[in-house]
């Protein structure tokens, strides 16, 4: 009996000594965690409002929660009367052995947090990065998806997007074709022009704005080479390409206009 009171002298005082502690405790998680709740909503209602892009606003809403989630647990925490020195560099160590183990995820991390905030690109863009051309799918922390022109997924680290040359065919809302066709010396450069030309103002997904021009590139050995650079949005591209090299061919016979091409000469022997 005098041990069991003892003991429950002992739990009485350690109630009265850490009972409010523990109690101010969990109302602070308790109401900190309600007030992050409502500021998180609120702050995506005003970035929804200000047309953030999803990417960027799903990863900033992330990184402002954990924030304050670990802010909120260091606070109650040190209102349970554990020493915040000792906790903090605990934390400290273990953040730089696993730093060090995740040396290139991190790289893909850093790479992914400075992709969402200066956005060299955005979901839809057609971009060639890393010897791959693709329209970005998804924008993830540590990884960009691309969908090539072949339809295959392109999985590319964002560490090597953020220290690498990205080329956005998108950005300007308008792309340049570029076809270079050639035509005999003997033919009128003049009229072959008027007729490429005519392909290309008939051709309505090629834009108005900048206008399309053909124009001599080079005397080459066996023909008068043509530059022919209709502009056109980003999404008609290929088709204005194919159609392009198709339809200046057709009007080429057409017109009669001579489109030269390798001969190979049989040399036969008398006798």
């Excluded at 924030?67 to 915040?84: A, E």
């Excluded at 863009?125 to 010897?131: K, L, N, S, T, V």
């Amino acid at each position: 009996m005098e041990k069991a009171q003892e003991w429950f002298n002992y739990g009485v005082e350690l109630a009265k000594e850490f009972g409010p502690k523990l109690i101010t405790a969990i109302l602070i998680y308790s109401v900190g965690s309600w007030l992050i709740k409502k500021l998180i909503k609120t702050v995506g209602k005003m970035m929804e409002k200000n047309r953030y892009d999803d990417s960027l606003q799903k990863f900033l809403l992330n990184l402002v929660s954990w924030g304050l989630k670990i802010f909120l647990i260091i606070v109650v925490i040190s209102r349970l009367g554990v020493d915040i020195t000792t906790f903090a560099a605990l934390i400290a160590a273990v953040g730089l052995a696993v730093g060090l183990s995740l040396q290139g995820s991190l790289s893909n991390f850093a790479g992914g947090v400075l992709i969402i905030i200066f956005r060299p690109y955005k979901i839809g863009d057609i971009i060639e990065a890393q010897e791959i051309l693709g329209t970005v799918k998804e924008i993830e922390i540590f990884t960009t998806k691309l969908i090539t022109p072949e339809n295959k997924l392109a999985i590319i680290p964002n560490g090597a997007l953020a220290n690498g040359n990205i080329i956005n065919y998108t950005a300007e809302g308008k792309m340049r074709v570029d076809i270079t066709i050639g035509i005999g010396y003997d033919e009128d450069i003049k009229n072959a022009k008027e007729v490429l030309l005519g392909v290309l103002t008939s051709n309505d997904k090629v834009l108005i704005e900048p206008a399309p021009t053909v124009n001599v590139s080079n005397l080459g050995e066996s023909s008068v080479d043509l530059a022919i650079r209709p502009y056109c949005t980003p999404e008609n591209y290929w088709d204005v390409y194919f159609a392009t090299i198709e339809n200046c061919k057709l009007v080429l016979d057409k017109a009669g206009i001579e489109i030269p091409y390798p001969h190979s000469v049989e040399i036969q022997k008398e006798g």
